[in-house]
């Protein structure tokens, strides 16, 4: 965890090899209901989502997210509070990692869980599609 909170939030690729226990070292017994909530939502929000590979990133104030591997943006749609809008796959696996967490946070009332979703937030907040992903959550 970070201790300067003047310091920006960086995000980086997990390594090939680190995968296998990098979601249960960030969501540990929540891992597989983690994972596959993170797929739900994308999958609830974005009617031309069909699957496909995902990049997991380690953030450096102890958080993380997953994001589809892809060039194409993705269309958002919210109906809980009317956001549409266009984003990259990035963001759009930002606000599925967030939707997630926040999820995951509410049913295992853990301080774990709430944790991550906030160290996420902190990073989406200084991405530079701030606006959408802030839009698509709020």
Known sequence: MSSNTDAAVVASVVPSHQRSAFLPSHLGRHT???EA???GWLDR???DYNGGMWDFYSLSNG?????PIDKKPFKIDVPTNGFSGEMSADAAGIVAS???L???AN???EDKMINQYHWLRDFAIEH???RLIMGAID
């Open 32 to 34: 597989i209901i983690g």
């Open 37 to 39: 909530l993170v797929f």
């Open 45 to 47: 929000l974005c009617i």
């Open 63 to 67: 958080g993380f997210y997953m994001a």
């Open 98 to 100: 967030l939707f997630a």
């Open 102 to 104: 926040c999820d995951l």
């Open 107 to 109: 049913r295992a009332g």
């Open 128 to 130: 530079a599609e701030s």
